[in-house]
């Protein structure tokens, strides 16, 4: 691509499009469904957009809440939330629970969605949904700028403390089947997500050190 074709921005200044293009470049993005409760045991479920899985052994997954909101303040006072796998008939009650509900008020109940108690920790489950991570509360704190100052954005890391699966996702052979719930994620734009097909899987094996010539 050559100078002259490249739309070049300063984020500091605007990106002059119609739509901020940021996130759905870096995209798509696992959906953080958390599930929460505050210090009264009060339910709370929503969705983040900027999710990820950061740490094999122990597991730990992190998402940003962009500002102080109900499941980063339950999580501050618990120690303590769970992740629901959110998937293609689950998107309708997904989007749901990303109301902007008054405080108290229970997500749960607003999409039509079954709590179920989890093994480890207080915060319930989405029974309907087919992969639930129970996570105790590991590192939590505000991002900042190149320059060192505060972005009213929050980072939450928990370890993974105990994993759900739906048996219909574990194949015979012991693998477990990504495409086969059909997960979705967001993409970008005001509304774009993509669900996770057995069409669109292809293998790709990182290289071995016998791939690798030697230095000559």
Not at 43 to 64: C, E, K, M
């Amino acid at each position: 691509m050559a100078a002259a074709d490249a739309h070049q921005y300063l984020p500091r200044d605007g990106h002059g499009l119609a739509h901020d293009p940021f996130n759905a470049i870096v995209g798509p993005r696992p959906i953080g469904w958390i599930s929460t409760v505050d210090a009264e045991g009060r339910r709370n479920l929503a969705p983040y957009s900027f999710f990820n899985a950061f740490n094999y052994t122990p597991p730990i997954v992190g998402f940003a809440s962009t500002g102080w909101k109900d499941t980063v303040a339950n999580i501050q006072a618990t120690g303590v939330f769970c992740w629901n796998l959110a998937t293609r008939d689950l998107a309708a009650a997904m989007n749901v629970t990303s109301a902007p509900a008054a405080p108290g008020q229970d997500e749960f109940d607003l999409a039509g969605l079954t709590p179920v108690a989890s093994s480890l920790i207080a915060a319930p489950r989405v029974l309907e949904s087919p992969v639930n991570f129970e996570c105790r509360l590991t590192q939590s704190f505000k991002l900042t700028t190149a320059a060192g100052d505060e972005v009213e954005t929050w980072m939450t890391f928990g370890e993974v403390v105990a994993v759900h699966i739906d048996r219909r996702l574990i194949r015979a052979d012991g693998v477990y089947d990504a495409p086969a719930g059909e997960p979705i994620l967001r993409w970008g734009g005001r509304g774009d997500y993509i669900a996770v097909e057995p069409a669109a899987m292809f293998e790709l094996l990182r290289p071995t050190k016998a791939d690798i010539p030697p230095l000559v």
